[in-house]
T-cell receptor, first 111, second 116 residues
Framework: GEDVEQSLFLSVREGDSSVINCTYTDSSSTYLYWYKQEPGAGLQLLTYIFSNMDMKQDQRLTVLLNKKDKHLSLRIADTQTGDSAIYFCAEGLSGNTPLVFGKGTRLSVIA | GAVVSQHPSRVICKSGTSVKIECRSLDFQATTMFWYRQFPKQSLMLMATSNEGSKATYEQGVEKDKFLINHASLTLSTLTVTSAHPEDSSFYIC????????????FGPGTRLLVL
């Protein structure tokens, strides 16, 4: 069945780069997503990548996709304290099918 | 980016009462909306998929008579928790998929329900 795995915690120093990793099992996934959730809030779509792409960069965010290994990563450059949050990886198809979420990685940024 | 709102943001109710939560897509039309439940420090649990004009599809283990979902228009879906009990206390989050951009799914800010 579908499954998305993430490490639960990551701690980095302010100014360093953060790399959050995710693995998924459904090879038919069309899109892969990264969402950010701050305490008491909903999920904010950060970025997504189409499955035929290897990399996508958007300002401080870089998404790498290794489709062969079903591995997705999110790199945050120059991590700031405001980046402290839970980051969810998700996979999905287009249309009306729901996304499958990982359990989330809690990123702590140390000043 | 697209905006999804939820109302109320927080509600406290007595056991046995019913609570309605609204989910609106403010600047786009959503053919599909999803309802999730999130327990503290846990991931999102999909409860149901709601398509405009048709019955919701519930995930296994979710009682459809307990969690009533109505998706009456392309911008509004409602979740009613009927005869709420303390174990229904949770963070409920909706999301919506744009009719024009089906690869993206936008989330509401969530509704925290506390049943006393």
């Amino acid at each position: 069945g579908e499954d998305v795995e993430q490490s639960l915690f990551l701690s980095v120093r302010e100014g360093d780069s953060s790399v959050i990793n995710c693995t998924y099992t459904d090879s038919s996934s069309t899109y892969l997503y990264w969402y950010k959730q701050e305490p008491g809030a909903g999920l904010q779509l950060l970025t997504y990548i189409f499955s035929n792409m290897d990399m996508k960069q958007d300002q401080r965010l870089t998404v790498l996709l290794n489709k062969k290994d079903k591995h997705l990563s999110l790199r945050i450059a120059d991590t700031q304290t405001g980046d402290s949050a839970i980051y969810f990886c998700a996979e999905g198809l287009s249309g009306n099918t729901p996304l499958v979420f990982g359990k989330g990685t809690r990123l702590s940024v140390i000043a | 980016g697209a905006v999804v709102s939820q109302h109320p943001s927080r509600v406290i109710c007595k056991s046995g009462t019913s609570v309605k939560i609204e989910c609106r897509s403010l600047d786009f039309q959503a053919t599909t909306m999803f309802w999730y439940r999130q327990f503290p420090k846990q991931s999102l649990m999909l409860m149901a998929t709601s398509n405009e004009g048709s019955k919701a599809t519930y995930e296994q283990g979710v009682e459809k008579d307990k969690f009533l979902i109505n998706h009456a228009s392309l911008t509004l879906s409602t979740l009613t928790v009927t005869s709420a009990h303390p174990e229904d206390s949770s963070f409920y989050i909706c999301s919506a998929r744009s009719r024009d951009s089906v690869e993206t799914q936008y989330f509401g800010p969530g509704t925290r329900l506390l049943v006393l």
